[in-house]
């Protein structure tokens, strides 16, 4: 049986508990087949077919990434869709096999953070991790860590908080310094108690 029959939409659902589950089996059964129909409909001419694949896909990513990972050559073609949720899908595909792809990912960063300032607030989340975890590589650093902190530094602030924080275990002596900075020039902008608290607490952890 088609792997699509099995997908949200051909279960006439419009929920995303039958990929998340299908994505479950996929993981259990060590599923290659299944992962290499789902690629192969990431273009299908439906647009409900390509948006339940890439989910049940990166659903898989969480869990298994290298069932997922020789695949990255088509999260990265998906970058130019025109589909908003293809965008943010195939971002957050990348970012969970960043790790088994770190010079891959590095060398499309560029077109990575282009999606990213062009698509919606989960793919900048996806694309602040993709830096996050590239910075934690010595050979990228040079590059990725001004990046992220210049990422950080405009992020709005809803994430900004988020994306300090998950950085903060990658900075060097030299960007703990500059991410300082940051955190205190955002912080007297900022309205939000809670995320208030936050920043005040990395500061204390930075001083």
Not at 16 to 22: A, K, R
Not at 28 to 57: F, G, R, T
Not at 88 to 109: E, H, Y
Not at 126 to 135: E, G, R, Y
């Amino acid at each position: 049986m088609s792997i699509l029959n099995q997908l949200a939409c051909a279960l006439g659902r419009r929920d995303e508990i039958p990929n998340v589950e299908l994505a479950k089996k996929i993981v259990k059964a060590n599923d290659v087949s299944a992962i290499k129909e789902l690629v192969q409909n990431l273009n299908n001419k439906s647009k409900d077919i390509p948006a339940d694949c890439i989910k049940v896909l990166y659903e898989v990513g969480y869990h298994k990434p290298e069932l997922i990972a020789k695949y990255y050559k088509d999260f990265l073609f998906l970058l130019n869709h025109k589909n908003n949720r293809m965008l943010w899908g195939a971002l957050t595909a990348l970012s969970a096999i960043v790790k088994n792809n770190p010079k891959v990912i590095f060398d499309n960063l560029s077109a990575i953070l282009e999606c990213a300032d062009k698509s919606s607030v989960i793919a900048k989340d996806h694309a602040a991790k993709i830096l996050t975890t590239l910075s934690e590589d010595k050979k990228y650093q040079n590059v990725t860590l001004p990046i992220l902190i210049d990422f950080i530094n405009v992020s709005p602030e809803n994430q900004f908080p988020t994306y300090a924080e998950n950085a903060m275990h990658v900075l060097d002596k030299q960007y703990k310094v500059v991410m300082k900075q940051v955190l205190e020039t955002r912080l007297p902008k900022m309205k939000t108690p809670t995320k208030i608290k936050r920043v005040e607490k990395m500061l204390k952890k930075l001083s």
